[in-house]
């Protein structure tokens, strides 16, 4: 496998008909809401992500397993024809704990975390296998009660994660296999699958899952857009933009809410020839791109880690402070990208304000940062 391949593929892993109005102000900002049902009536499948589910497999393990594998300390690296018994082996021979991962998997499990009640708020389509790991990633997303409705297949087998634990380090082996075998035709165009795209009110999608399916992509945001419903994308990995950047810009006008990170704006930016570096510029020449639904403005929010969070507000650029950390308190940033837009995307299917949403995001963070993996303890204490 090519050195670019596997870095496109390595990226991949690690990494409503509520209509947007403006309300005056609020704290001194223009802010927005979502007005109708939502979850005001408690509704389950309000929320809908769809993306490359991966069962996440961590175990505390000696220097001995990291060297039979060639296994380095705090390295990330995709699974080889060498890694392929890693899987099977760290089960039999270690503790080890499962979660539900995939950045979309992620970011609904953090939504419906955040939510607590209802149960199955979110609803999620990917691609698995039929096997052992399938079984138990089935399991893991019905335990934090996502509603996930995963196409099964045989081909390949379900997209796995690896995390070898070593004292306070870790080495991710990541193998995608089934996950990057969904297919239209066969899962989301059933009546019984489309039944609850309908249903949902908000819809986030990673733009991870453009080099998957892209056509999977546009079928829902049409349908968001035709019938005025919330659609949001993540701009998810800088070579999304480079290598994929025909299929993204076929879906960008029918985005209403786009997440990403600095790293990631500044190469959209880059590729759409905007000349700026600047993160508030880039992300309102982002929000006037050409927009199919007009009835809303897209939003932009792109997060900078430490530093504010970019976001437009109307027709103007808003500065959003983090939460303060003391940085020996981070255990792992992997998830927080995922944790922002799940704690968004909580507060936005229950018609909160812009600003609201945001620091719903920025709580999600705060809590995953603090432990290993996409993980959170049993309920928020978020007010």
């Not at 991962?101 to 009640?117: D, E, L, Y």
């Amino acid at each position: 496998m090519s050195s670019f391949l596997s870095f496109l593929i390595l990226s991949l892993v690690f990494a409503t008909g509520c209509p947007i109005f403006p309300i005056g102000t609020k704290r001194s900002i223009e802010s927005f809401t979502i007005i109708g049902p939502c979850l005001a009536n408690r509704i389950e499948n309000t929320l809908f992500g769809m993306g490359n589910p991966l069962l996440d497999i961590s175990a505390v393990v000696d220097k001995d397993f990291l060297d039979k594998f060639g296994l380095k300390l705090n390295d990330q690296i995709l699974a080889e024809d060498k890694h392929k018994a890693l899987f099977d082996e760290i089960v039999k021979r270690n503790k080890v704990e499962y979660h539900a991962g995939g950045s979309t998997q992620n970011s609904v499990k953090i939504a419906q975390w955040m939510i607590q009640k209802p149960q199955k708020v979110a609803t999620f389509f990917g691609c698995i296998g039929s096997d052992q790991f399938g079984e138990i990633l089935k399991k893991k997303a019905a335990e934090v009660h996502v509603d996930a409705h995963y196409y099964e297949q045989n081909e390949e087998p379900t997209g796995t994660c690896a995390a070898c634990i070593t004292g306070d380090k870790r080495s991710l082996v990541a193998n995608l296999a089934a996950a990057n075998c969904y297919k239209k035709e066969k899962h989301l165009d059933l009546d019984s699958n489309w039944e609850l795209v309908k249903k949902a009110k908000v819809y986030y999608i990673a733009g991870f899952f453009l080099t998957v399916s892209p056509e999977s992509i546009m079928k829902v945001a049409k349908h968001a857009s035709d019938n005025n419903k919330i659609f949001c994308m993540n701009l998810s990995a800088p070579f999304i933009s480079q290598f994929f950047k025909e299929p993204l810009m076929k879906v960008m006008p029918y985005v209403d809410i786009l997440f990403g990170n600095e790293t990631e704006a500044a190469t959209f930016a880059k590729e759409l020839d905007f000349e700026t570096d600047d993160i508030a510029e880039i992300a309102k020449k982002t929000q006037n791109l050409p927009k199919e639904n007009t009835k809303r403005q897209r939003v932009v929010v792109f997060t900078q880690g430490k530093d504010d969070t970019v976001a437009t507000v109307g027709e103007k650029v808003t500065m959003f402070p983090v939460l303060d950390i003391d940085q020996n308190d981070i255990v792992d940033t992997n998830g927080a990208g995922d944790a922002f837009v799940g704690g968004f995307l909580s507060a936005l299917v229950q018609e909160h304000v812009l600003e609201e949403c945001i620091r719903a995001g920025h709580y999600a963070a705060n809590v995953i940062i603090r432990r290993v993996g996409c993980t959170f303890p049993e309920k928020p204490e978020f007010q």
